[in-house]
């Protein structure tokens, strides 16, 4: 059960076959974003969700310690 006010941030995914995708494979994440997309008030897709911000932070924080000077 999810409130309507709930925000899902799907962070987990999984590998499942798939004879429909060029791969054979198919990304899916933890929650079944079929059942409670309409349930909450958002919901990160699978793929294309946190990945991108994921990258973004790993590079600022590599950027970050680039920077930084060690004695």
């Known amino acids: ?3 309507k006010v709930a925000v899902v ?3 987990g995914i999984k590998s499942v076959k798939s004879y429909i995708t060029k791969s054979g494979w198919k990304l899916l994440g933890d929650v079944d ?3 409670v997309a309409p349930q909450c008030s958002y919901i990160t897709p699978v793929p294309g969700g946190v990945g991108p911000m994921t ?3 790993l590079l600022h924080n590599t ?3 680039s920077k930084h000077k060690f004695y």
Do not use: S, Y
């Open 9 to 11: 941030i799907v962070v």
């Open 55 to 57: 990258i973004v932070a």
């Open 33 to 35: 974003f079929n059942d």
């Open 1 to 3: 059960m999810v409130k």
């Open 63 to 65: 950027l970050a310690a």
